[in-house]
């Protein structure tokens, strides 16, 4: 016999189900029971950055839109700051900047989008700079436990970035690239599987 | 404290994307592997609430949404702890529920079962652990409810829970369900997680000690996040 090693486990995941929107996003489902809801404002008016607005659809296997997924987004500010206490730069983070938003499908579409400042460059592991990106996380019915992903830019280099350099097929890279369309607009959508599975994260 | 990566979540003991018993899973589970990623300030990192964000009721939810008076069915309360794999509580961190009502109907534009709203009452609740991880809500015991999958399929009562932790890479929605239930071990639903000791970490167990004689009964509820290395080695995860 060892010693115990008494780690506890992480709880299991289970789907967020059909209607998650009644505990995330109560408007969504139907009704107002909140002074506020939460993760409407990624970035108030006053903080500085260029303005985006991101907008996509997610796909299932079959290849029709997932309409009532649920995405949560975080990103860094202009300078590439996260607002928390473990970014060795938080104090200099942009004021009115929350970095996390929770983004709702259109039910009837399955169109989503949310508007934010576009992130600047973070540092990542061993001093390697990050091209701006931004944290998403979804949920939905049918997905077991949320799914992590990363969008970056088409109008930024990416060439050096170190975690599209881990992505062995090169193909499989632009999965993970929003297209700008429009000026401040950036289309970016997400294919849960089959052709074009976008790249997704453990993280 | 230094920035320190998360132990790595253990995929054989957490759902797999695809769980054909589990309909709905087919079309919408990725099929290629995961990219493993070692934590980035993009991970490590997430969004941080307090208590302006929310408010003292919204914790109640016999109370969050009563028009006319309280809801229909059985009063319980549902409290424990949010904690990481290394046994410590996540204070300040916000733990969002929502549920069907004691008949098993959803407040929710998309819910078309049979069984009646009740108009006094939301389905949601949200708090913020206390500085040792301590959370509670009082709710109606939520019932059980068909669902489309196979012809005769029941979900178990149970409660969503929803929970960030520090990081973006602890995020995590699971679900509550109550001792005793035999609707538990015929879920198709609770059956896509493999490991049985997994499942019963998901129920809660009758908790007669915290329960508010001549009021209301208790289940308690921890909550596992991923925990955290120590850094008593540098672990290079910003530089060097």
Same mark, same amino acid.
């Given at each position: 016999?060892?010693?115990?090693?008494?780690?506890?486990?992480?709880?299991?995941?289970?789907?967020?189900?059909?209607?998650?929107?009644?505990?995330?996003?109560?408007?969504?489902?139907?009704?107002? !029971?909140?002074?506020?809801?939460? &993760?409407?404002?990624?970035?108030?008016?006053?903080?500085?950055?260029?303005?985006?607005?991101?907008?996509?659809?997610?796909?299932?296997?079959?290849?029709?839109?997932?309409?009532? !997924?649920?995405?949560?987004?975080?990103?860094?500010?202009?300078?590439?700051? %996260?607002?928390?206490?473990?970014?060795?730069?938080?104090?200099?983070?942009?004021? &009115?900047?929350?970095?996390?938003?929770?983004?709702?499908?259109?039910?009837?579409?399955? #169109?989503?989008?949310?508007?934010?400042?576009?992130? @600047?460059?973070?540092?990542?592991?061993?001093?390697?700079?990050?091209?701006?990106?931004?944290?998403?996380?979804?949920?939905?019915?049918?997905?077991?436990?949320?799914?992590?992903?990363?969008? %970056?830019?088409?109008?930024?280099?990416?060439?050096?970035?170190?975690?599209?350099?881990?992505?062995?097929?090169?193909?499989?890279?632009?999965?993970?690239?929003?297209?700008?369309?429009?000026?401040?607009?950036?289309?970016?959508?997400?294919?849960?599987? =089959?052709?074009?599975?976008?790249?997704?994260?453990?993280? | 404290?230094?920035?320190?990566?998360?132990?790595?979540?253990?995929?054989?003991?957490?759902?797999?994307?695809?769980?054909?018993?589990?309909?709905?899973?087919? =079309?919408?589970?990725?099929?290629?592997?995961?990219?493993?990623?070692? =934590?980035?300030?993009?991970?490590?990192?997430?969004?941080?609430?307090?208590?302006?964000?929310?408010?003292?009721?919204?914790?109640?939810?016999?109370?969050? %949404?009563?028009?006319?008076?309280?809801?229909?069915?059985?009063?319980?309360?549902?409290?424990?702890?949010?904690?990481?794999?290394?046994?410590?509580?996540?204070?300040?961190?916000?733990?969002?529920?929502?549920?069907?009502?004691? =008949? @098993?109907?959803?407040?929710?534009?998309?819910?078309?079962?049979? $069984?009646?709203?009740?108009?006094?009452?939301?389905?949601?609740?949200?708090?913020?652990?206390?500085?040792?991880? %301590?959370?509670?809500?009082?709710?109606?015991?939520?019932?059980?409810?068909?669902?489309?999958?196979?012809?005769?399929?029941?979900?178990?009562?149970?409660?969503?829970?929803?929970?960030?932790?520090?990081?973006?890479?602890?995020?995590?929605?699971?679900?509550?369900?109550?001792?005793?239930?035999?609707?538990?071990?015929?879920?198709?639903?609770?059956?896509?997680?493999?490991?049985?000791?997994?499942?019963?970490?998901?129920?809660?167990?009758?908790?007669?000690?915290? $329960?508010?004689? #001549?009021?209301?009964?208790?289940?308690?509820?921890?909550?596992?996040?991923?925990?955290?290395?120590?850094?008593?080695?540098?672990?290079?995860?910003?530089?060097?």
């Amino acid at each position: 016999m060892v010693q115990a090693l008494p780690y506890l486990k992480e709880s299991a995941s289970q789907t967020a189900g059909p209607y998650v929107h009644i505990g995330l996003a109560p408007g969504a489902a139907g009704f107002d !029971i909140y002074r506020q809801e939460l &993760g409407q404002t990624i970035a108030g008016p006053g903080v500085p950055g260029e303005r985006i607005r991101v907008e996509g659809l997610v796909y299932d296997g079959t290849g029709a839109p997932v309409k009532d !997924i649920l995405l949560e987004a975080w990103q860094a500010d202009a300078n590439g700051i %996260y607002p928390h206490p473990e970014d060795p730069r938080h104090g200099e983070v942009a004021p &009115g900047f929350r970095g996390w938003g929770r983004i709702i499908t259109d039910f009837d579409s399955g #169109l989503w989008s949310f508007e934010t400042i576009k992130p @600047g460059p973070v540092p990542g592991r061993n001093k390697r700079m990050m091209a701006p990106h931004i944290s998403l996380w979804l949920v939905s019915r049918g997905i077991n436990i949320g799914l992590n992903t990363r969008m %970056y830019f088409d109008d930024e280099d990416n060439s050096a970035d170190p975690v599209l350099g881990l992505i062995e097929k090169e193909n499989r890279r632009r999965t993970l690239i929003a297209q700008r369309t429009a000026a401040g607009v950036y289309r970016f959508d997400i294919r849960l599987q =089959g052709e074009g599975e976008t790249v997704f994260l453990d993280v | 404290m230094k920035p320190a990566e998360f132990y790595q979540r253990d995929r054989s003991w957490q759902p797999p994307a695809l769980t054909p018993d589990y309909k709905t899973s087919v =079309g919408r589970s990725p099929r290629l592997a995961m990219l493993s990623l070692q =934590g980035s300030m993009s991970e490590i990192t997430g969004p941080t609430f307090g208590h302006s964000d929310i408010d003292p009721i919204d914790n109640d939810l016999i109370k969050n %949404y009563a028009k006319s008076g309280d809801p229909i069915g059985e009063r319980i309360i549902v409290h424990g702890r949010v904690l990481d794999e290394n046994g410590r509580g996540v204070p300040n961190t916000l733990v969002e529920i929502w549920q069907a009502n004691a =008949g @098993g109907r959803y407040r929710h534009k998309k819910d078309t079962y049979l $069984a009646p709203i009740d108009p006094n009452f939301g389905g949601c609740g949200r708090t913020l652990t206390d500085e040792n991880g %301590y959370y509670f809500f009082r709710t109606i015991k939520p019932g059980a409810y068909p669902w489309r999958n196979w012809v005769n399929n029941w979900r178990p009562a149970h409660i969503h829970v929803s929970v960030f932790g520090t990081a973006f890479s602890q995020r995590l929605i699971t679900q509550m369900y109550f001792e005793g239930d035999p609707l538990i071990a015929k879920c198709p639903i609770v059956a896509t997680i493999p490991d049985p000791r997994a499942i019963d970490q998901l129920i809660a167990p009758l908790d007669l000690n915290a $329960a508010v004689p #001549l009021d209301c009964l208790a289940y308690k509820f921890d909550i596992v996040l991923r925990g955290r290395r120590s850094t008593l080695f540098e672990n290079h995860l910003e530089g060097n």
